[in-house]
Structures are given as structure tokens and as C-alpha cells.
T-cell receptor, first 111, second 109 residues
């Protein structure tokens, strides 16, 4: 049971570079989410997708874009990475009000 | 005001102790409630859902008080392996989840 799979697990970027974080779930969930978590801090919602074909901004969307490619996949793109985006990124999925399931995270450092 | 508030702790307790955490939420329309556990730099993992009637899973008991808008988690007979951060999560409108900042628990030998 893979659940929620995130790639890559680790990445180091230089300021100004772009990259896409990938997330896929195999639980047939309608809703998917991207969070970031800075050291010693709580989770902050970046974007979410309530269902295939829809995306909405969360608490901290600036500097990010998302694509809900299909029901399984939800990607997060950093167009021009900044040091302030150094963080751990978690993807999650859920079905209606059932609990969210998380991937094991992408640890991103921007130099 | 934050949607979900928790005491950040840390709660430092000896092995075998009983410890309780509370969490308050602001939206009275909230539909479902959960406790997650997060180990350092790892992903949050569901510990238990919280039901109106209260529920128990081994050493863990969760309760919901809708009138006062809080949920609680009780851990009995604490183990070293219970050391973690416990996140309170509240859901409303189906796909909106609000996370507390977490309560850190340290269980000492």
C-alpha cells in the first residue's frame, strides 16, 4: 500500500532555479493538499485541490503554482526559488471529511 | 484568532505517567476532529479520530466537547516511544482542515 508518494525526497536548489515537486496518491481520494513546515513551526497550507480540475489558494500561496494533473497527481512548482522557501513540503490527500493521509515529505534547501 | 489552538508545551513527564492535552477550535460548524502524531521532521500520522461520544484506543482516549469547542487527548501509562508532537486537527466544509501548531511531549525514563 503506497498511499501518498512524494518525489524527490531531498533537493538542493540555487536561488532563482525552478523545480516541480510531484505527489501521487493511490487511494482514489478527491482532495489533495500541499503544506510546508518550517523548523519548529506548524503546517501551513500552500494550495489545495478539492477535486480533479480545481485548485485553490491556501494560507501561503505566493511563489508557488500547482497543477492537478488527474485524480491521482497533484504537483507543486517553484518558478524562481528563494531562500525563504527552504522548508519541508508535505503532500496529503483525503476524501470528504475523512482524515488526511500524508506523504513522507520533500526536504528542500535553497542556497 | 487562530482556527485551532494548542498549548505548545513541552510536557515533560516520567514513564508511566498520565498526561492530557487540550485543543480549542473556533468554528462551531466543524464536522470532524482528529489527533495526529508527528515525530521530528517526519510526516504527521493519524493517531485517532475523535467522536462525539468519546473514544478509546488502548492507552489513548479522545473526547470532544462541542458546547465548549474543545477536544482532548489522554495518554495513560506513558512510554518513551510516546515522545512526539501531537497535532489537533479540525475539519469543516468537507475538505477544509485546520491544524494546531502541536503540543510537544517528552517522556523521560
Amino acid at each position: 500500500n503506497a498511499g501518498v508518494t512524494q518525489t524527490p525526497k531531498f533537493q538542493v536548489l540555487k536561488t532563482g532555479q525552478s523545480m516541480t515537486l510531484q505527489c501521487a496518491q493511490d487511494m482514489n481520494h478527491n482532495s489533495m493538499y500541499w503544506y510546508r513546515q518550517d523548523p519548529g513551526m506548524g503546517l501551513r497550507l500552500i494550495y489545495y485541490s478539492a477535486s480533479e480540475g480545481t485548485t485553490d489558494k491556501g494560507e501561503v500561496p505566493n511563489g508557488y503554482n500547482v497543477s492537478r494533473l488527474n485524480k491521482r497527481e497533484f504537483s507543486l512548482r517553484l518558478e524562481s526559488a528563494a531562500p525563504s522557501q527552504t522548508s519541508v513540503y508535505f503532500c496529503a490527500s483525503s476524501e470528504y471529511e475523512e482524515p488526511q493521509h500524508f506523504g513522507d515529505g520533500t526536504r528542500l534547501s535553497i542556497l | 484568532r487562530k482556527e485551532v489552538e494548542q498549548d505548545p508545551g513541552p510536557f515533560n513527564v516520567p514513564e508511566g505517567a498520565t498526561v492530557a492535552f487540550n485543543c480549542t477550535y473556533s468554528n462551531s460548524a466543524s464536522q470532524s476532529f482528529f489527533w495526529y502524531r508527528q515525530d521530528c521532521r517526519k510526516e504527521p500520522k493519524l493517531l485517532m479520530s475523535v467522536y462525539s461520544s468519546g473514544n478509546e484506543d488502548g492507552r489513548f482516549t479522545a473526547q470532544l466537547n462541542r458546547a465548549s469547542q474543545y477536544i482532548s487527548l489522554l495518554i495513560r501509562d506513558s512510554k518513551l516511544s510516546d515522545s512526539a508532537t501531537y497535532l489537533c486537527v479540525v475539519n469543516y466544509n468537507f475538505n477544509k482542515f485546520y491544524f494546531g501548531s502541536g503540543t510537544k511531549l517528552n517522556v523521560k525514563p
